[in-house]
Nanobody, 114 residues
Framework: QVQLVESGGGSVQPGGSLRLSCAAS????????MSWYRQAPGKERELVAYIRSAGGMTNYADSVKGRFTISRDNDKNTVYLQMNSLKPEDTAVYYC???????WGRGTQVTVSS
């Protein structure tokens, strides 16, 4: 049974950093494409970044390119999102997701404000 638990969110000032974690169970993260999404109040959920299973190729939304980095730790079966140079427009609930599943976790709140 697929389960994803996001953590690491919080409140930071503009320019700050956070690292989000997504602990997976019920499958192996290295065998599936893993993604981070976010949803801001009143907006649709949007794809932020993903990492492919084979080769670990990554891709990012234009709005976060150069500031966010997605990675995974196969030993811990965990996916990360390192977020640097945070902006107020990054404020949202962040979710991780795996392909071949309709499961969504509870997400973790990120708030960027001075």
């Amino acid at each position: 049974q697929v389960q994803l638990v996001e953590s690491g969110g919080g409140s930071v000032q503009p320019g700050g950093s956070l690292r989000l974690s997504c602990a997976a169970s019920g499958f192996t993260v290295s065998n599936r494409r893993m993604s981070w999404y976010r949803q801001a109040p009143g907006k649709e959920r949007e794809l932020v970044a993903y990492i492919r299973s084979a080769g670990g190729m990554t891709n990012y939304a234009d709005s976060v390119k150069g500031r966010f980095t997605i990675s995974r730790d196969n030993d811990k079966n965990t996916v990360y999102l390192q977020m640097n140079s945070l902006k107020p427009e990054d404020t949202a609930v962040y979710y991780c997701h795996t392909e071949f599943s309709t499961y969504w976790g509870r997400g973790t709140q990120v708030t960027v404000s001075s």
